[in-house]
């Protein structure tokens, strides 16, 4: 059985750096683009990021370029959301998605709050 | 980036009856491939989203065959043959053909 489990939210100060992660079992995770997708309190959902099987290729939403770094460890089966300069708007559920376009398997979620 | 636009935003429909959520795009979604890259997601409430169809009309595994998704171009349709109770909650359109992927605001499905 396909599972995607987030962690890694938590409340933030704007300015904060926070670390997600989502472990990935049931398939090949190394033979998978992955992404990360987000959705605001009472919101829409919003890609943010994907990356490549090896890691080689990284793509981002213009609103979190510069800030948000995603990467994976294959041998972990572990996909990451390195989020630094965190503003009030980041304030949101993050999941993890099978798949180059956000595809047949999410995660549950973690939730990520940006707040003084 | 590629505007996805969804109509009803609420849909109160009956048990048993049809319903039809439409999602149109700002721009064609014929990729330069040849297919067009729309998938539909269901969010029950306190869910994760969970896609029903991939490429139109193609329906994801497990998905009960009364949903079902037509269209081409920019406009773009969900069908439900008859609703269930299960199946209230809030239905995404996405486009993954042109970057960035982009979601439609969504269709809360509510039982009348």
């Known amino acids: 059985e396909v599972q995607l489990v987030e962690s890694g939210g938590d409340l933030v100060q704007p300015g904060g750096s926070l670390r997600l992660s989502c472990a990935a079992s049931?398939?090949?995770?190394?033979?998978?683009?992955m992404s990360w997708v987000r959705q605001a309190p009472g919101g829409g959902l919003e890609w943010v990021a994907n990356i490549k099987q090896d890691g080689s290729e990284k793509y981002y939403v213009d609103s979190v370029k510069g800030r948000f770094t995603i990467s994976r460890d294959n041998a972990k089966n572990s996909l990451y959301l390195q989020m630094n300069s965190l503003r009030a708007e980041d304030t949101a559920v993050y999941y993890c998605?099978?798949?180059?376009?956000?595809?047949?398997?999410w995660g549950q979620g973690t939730l990520v709050t940006v707040s003084s | 980036d590629v505007v996805m636009t969804q109509s009803p935003l609420s849909l109160p429909v009956t048990l048993g009856q049809p319903a039809s959520i439409s999602c149109k795009s700002s721009?064609?979604?014929?990729?330069?491939?040849?297919?067009?890259?729309l998938s539909w997601f269901q969010q029950r409430p306190g869910q994760s989203p969970r896609r029903l169809i991939y490429k139109v009309s193609n329906r994801d595994s497990g998905v009960p065959d009364r949903f079902s998704g037509s269209g081409s171009g920019a406009d773009f349709t969900l069908k439900i043959s008859r609703v269930e109770a299960d199946d209230i909650g809030v239905y995404y359109c996405m486009q993954g053909t042109h970057w960035p992927p982009t979601f439609g605001g969504g269709t809360k499905v509510e039982i009348k």
């Open positions: 721009q064609s979604l014929v990729h330069s491939d040849g297919n067009t890259y």
């Open positions: 049931g398939f090949t995770f190394s033979s998978y683009w």
């Open positions: 998605a099978r798949g180059y376009r956000p595809g047949d398997y």
